[in-house]
């Protein structure tokens, strides 16, 4: 049998010339294996930039005063309800304009009426008014509809005297915690215009102080000096919209 071997020194000449890629052709290569790692990039800017929006770059309140109903109040009254107590309101904080902020919870606090709500939805506004009354940077002053479910349920405000009850049991004697929308002559005196569509879904009219007539205005209790000082200038704005009111609130 013959056997072929091959010289050790013998070579191969490569007759194929190298291949040169074009700029487009080497960017085509690049984008179709570096594509998904682009987009992730470009995403992860988009929320970092998201939460600097937010966190950074949002206006700080000078106030917050929290409302409490069955649904939001009309678009229209918020608007003109904060920019009418601007006046009464200091710049806190230092950035040359006066910002307060109006949070609002859509709830029905009390539990014999709201059990055909979603439990979810429910829970989730009442999560977010917990952490309102929990926070020292919080509402302060609130509008309510219902303030005897709002006191039963939360035990959160103060007598109108400026005491606090005692927190266990909870006070049941709301009426002596609020003042009547109707009772407080610098806030039936504000211009508050009128209102188009009470929801985002009618177009529904009327007097934005008519909206609020039916309302109940009232602070929350501090319990600690540390609190009382957080809430000092709200205080202060306290004590001006409610000059010279007289409670009808047991009047029933």
């Not at 919080?138 to 005692?166: C, K, M, N, W």
């Amino acid at each position: 049998m013959a056997w072929v071997t091959k010289n050790s020194q013998e070579t191969y000449a490569d007759n194929q010339p190298a291949r040169t890629y074009t700029k487009a052709e080497k960017a085509g290569n690049w984008w179709h294996y570096n594509k998904w790692i682009v987009a992730a990039v470009v995403v992860a800017v988009i929320v970092v930039a998201a939460i600097v929006k937010d966190t950074v770059l949002r206006a700080v309140p000078d106030y917050q005063i929290g409302y409490v109903g069955l649904q939001e109040l009309p678009a229209d009254t918020a608007a003109a309800l904060t920019a009418s107590l601007q006046p009464f309101c200091e710049d806190l904080n230092g950035d040359g304009q006066v910002l307060i902020q109006l949070n609002q919870y859509a709830l029905n606090l009390d539990e014999e009426s709201s059990v055909d709500e979603d439990p979810y939805v429910r829970m989730a506004g009442i999560t977010k008014l917990s952490a309102d009354l929990a926070s020292t940077d919080g509402s302060y002053i609130y509008i309510l509809e219902d303030p005897e479910s709002f006191q039963a349920y939360t035990g959160g405000l103060r007598y109108l005297d400026g005491t606090v009850p005692d927190q266990e049991p909870v006070a049941t004697d709301w009426q002596n915690m609020v003042y009547r929308w109707t009772d407080c002559p610098v806030l039936t005196g504000l211009d508050l215009g009128e209102y188009t569509g009470y929801t985002l879904v009618d177009d529904t009219t009327g007097s934005s102080q008519d909206v609020m007539s039916k309302l109940y205005v009232a602070r929350r209790g501090v319990w600690t000096d540390d609190g009382q000082e957080d809430f000092a200038s709200d205080e202060a704005l306290w004590q001006a919209l409610t000059a010279g009111a007289v409670s009808t609130a047991a009047e029933g």
